[in-house]
């Protein structure tokens, strides 16, 4: 998602883009987002930028180039919760599931954790980040980048992540490998492990302005109803969606 598809947050844009040019990004921030105001697109634009740069990103976009397209550099890597996929199988990661992933981020860039488990149709069942999870995150980020560049990962739902696993990533966090990067992306800060949080910069997103919802309604032509979204919306594109 480029910057510029991004609901608002316009300071919070400008910020993010400065630091990530003048090459002062922090190895691992996590943005608390606890109702759709816009911490998964923010994340994914911050990788895209990190891996492609904002100049090439710009020009790109001018092109018509589908910011879905970008996402599948060889060095931008996704964790999210899984479950399960059938009774036959142990234990299931994130690659089990790219497809279904590349879908929710093209079709929900704001949506919850909870809505990408619902996608799944996991019934009952309650996603998770398990300790193999973390195993092939060490793995893939100790590996070399391809052309030199940077490795970027983005672990959406990460208040998912199970006790263990959360230690077994702090490790990780504590001693990246050069050039890699982290965006961890949750709904519920008290539910992250204290020390984990700690190895991040932590960005808390504010609740949208009812102005930037009315601007961005007007110019998708939402008509008369866009008064009752607003409303209903309260500072969140995922619920005026």
């Known amino acids: 998602m480029y910057h510029s598809e991004i609901v608002g947050q316009d300071k ?26 816009g911490g998964l697109p923010l994340a994914l634009s911050s990788a895209l930028g ?3 740069g904002f100049e090439l990103l710009n020009n790109e976009e001018r092109k018509g180039v589908s910011s879905n397209k970008l996402i599948h550099h060889p060095d931008l890597h996704f964790v999210y919760p899984v479950i399960k996929k059938s009774s036959g199988v142990d234990k299931a990661t994130s690659q089990d599931f790219s497809e279904d992933w590349s879908a929710f981020l093209k079709n929900h860039p704001y949506g919850g954790s909870q809505d990408w488990i619902n996608q799944l149709e996991a019934g009952n069942k309650q996603g998770i ?15 070399k980048a391809h052309g030199g560049g940077k490795k970027v990962m983005v672990i959406f739902g990460v208040e998912k992540i199970s006790e263990s696993a959360s230690n077994k990533l702090l490790k990780l ?7 890699c ?22 960005i808390k997103l504010n609740p949208l302005l009812e102005k930037t919802i009315e601007n961005k309604l007007t110019a998708i032509e939402a008509g008369e109803k866009a008064k009752e979204l607003i409303s209903a919306g309260r500072g969140s594109w995922r619920k005026v969606l």
């Open 12 to 37: 919070l844009k400008s910020k993010l883009q400065e630091i990530i040019s003048n090459g002062q990004s922090p190895h691992c921030q996590v943005f608390i987002d606890p109702s759709g105001y």
């Open 50 to 52: 990190l891996i492609y």
């Open 129 to 143: 980040i398990g300790v193999e999870e973390v195993s092939k995150i060490h793995n893939k980020m100790h590996l």
């Open 173 to 179: 966090l504590e001693e990246p490998p050069n050039n």
């Open 181 to 202: 990067y982290f965006f961890l992306v949750g709904e519920q800060l008290e539910l992250l492990l204290p020390t984990l949080v700690s190895r991040c910069q932590m």
